[in-house]
């Protein structure tokens, strides 16, 4: 048992998949996935897109296959990235073929919507014969028909029942390299669908609120959805969708993981909301660093707290805290330990300097230990 047992989650039990290079399931890394909105036929723009999601920290990436001129240009997008690809797949069973032997790593398609079952055993002939997994992609906005008419709206019985017919469909033709998702705009609904799709599955979850909107209630939303779940350790792979930069729907996903303990990369602030007590400007000193520190891999804590009512409690929990003081005189810590005192003029550079260097450490520590 953990020292504070009540931060520990304990995830979901699930099958491991492989997605191009990245394990997805069991007890692998919490995968932060999104998705390009450039014409995937402008391989320039999408090739540089790609490449920024990926410097943000994400993982794998998905790319809108809507037509052949797009899984064609999958040959060569895949040739200038180092992240797995994701091709997004609608209806045409030819798409899909197309695109697993263009280089895709990952199908997303519903197989339901494919076709019959001769299209669909295409369709996972070519994902097996270009180790290309698959996830199955149910959204209440496009459940089956007869699945809509019986339940007369979207609910969550009507997207496990989809689920599990779609799963059923991939399994007869002997394919179990696939993951699953049940996603909504509505939080309630999704949550409730990932839960009770959980208790009848042990494939590997990707989770997501759909059309979740733009970047501040899409961030909330996105939130409470895919936070309750994983507290509950459901979830495998995520995804934030936002009307906005899918850059920032890295940068959110990471910031969930890490707000949970259950991925720890870059550094993570602790600051507080300001006040007439602060002895900095501790708002645009938060932004300068995280801006100045986007670049730090490593898992690193920073405080930034204005004045001494709780700045030194929480610089004793963090590897660097800085505690504002009357006079342009704060308090510098290091693993908890009063060390120096510093100007606000001197204060930012100062701890970029003790970032960088403490990453530098973090670093040679890991590569001496491999």
């Keep these: 048992m953990s020292i504070r047992p009540f931060r520990d989650i304990k995830r979901r039990e699930t099958k491991v998949i492989s997605v191009g290079k990245v394990k997805v399931g069991g007890d692998n890394p919490i995968s932060v996935q999104s998705m390009t909105n450039t014409l995937t036929t402008d391989i320039k723009k999408t090739v540089d897109q790609i490449n920024k999601i990926s410097e943000a920290g994400g993982d794998i990436v998905r790319v809108s296959c809507p037509d052949e001129e797009s899984t064609k240009a999958l040959k060569e997008i895949t040739k200038n990235i180092d992240v797995p690809i994701v ?5 045409h069973y030819k798409r899909a073929v197309e695109a697993a032997e263009n280089g895709a790593d990952c199908l997303r398609i519903n197989p339901g919507n494919i076709g019959d079952k001769k299209k669909i055993a295409e ?9 290309c997994s698959i996830r199955i992609g149910v959204n209440s906005g496009s459940l089956e028909r007869d699945i809509l008419e019986k339940y007369k709206e979207p609910c969550p019985e009507a997207l496990v029942e989809s689920a599990l017919r779609n799963i059923k469909i991939i399994e007869d033709l002997d394919f179990k390299n696939f993951k ?13 669908s990932y839960r009770e799709l959980s208790k009848v599955t042990n494939y590997p979850l990707h989770l997501g609120i759909t059309e979740a909107g733009s970047f501040i209630p899409g961030s909330i939303k996105s939130s409470i959805g895919i936070g309750n779940l994983l507290m509950d350790g459901i979830g495998d792979t995520i995804r934030i969708s936002l009307s906005d930069d899918p850059v920032q729907e890295i940068k959110i996903g990471n910031e969930i993981l ?14 507080c909301p300001s006040c007439a007590r602060q002895g900095f400007e501790v708002i645009n000193t938060v932004k300068i660093l995280e801006e100045k520190l986007s670049h730090i891999e490593e898992p690193i804590t920073l405080s930034i707290i204005g004045c001494v009512v709780n700045g030194p409690g929480e610089a004793a929990l963090t590897d660097i805290g800085i505690t504002g003081g ?14 120096e005192k510093i100007t606000n003029n001197d204060m930012i550079e100062k701890i970029i300097s003790l970032v960088e260097k403490k990453a530098e450490e973090l670093k040679a520590n890991h590569d001496t230990s491999i």
Excluded: C, E, P, W
């Design 180 to 192: 699953i998702s049940v996603k909504s705009s509505d939080v309630f609904l999704s949550i409730k």
């Design 258 to 271: 890490k707000s949970l303990n259950l991925r720890s990369r870059g550094v993570r602030i602790i600051s």
């Design 326 to 339: 009357g006079k342009d005189s704060n308090m510098l810590y290091l693993n908890g330990v009063q060390t």
């Design 87 to 91: 091709a997004d797949i609608h209806f």
């Design 123 to 131: 369709v996972i002939s070519a994902a097996k014969n270009n180790n």
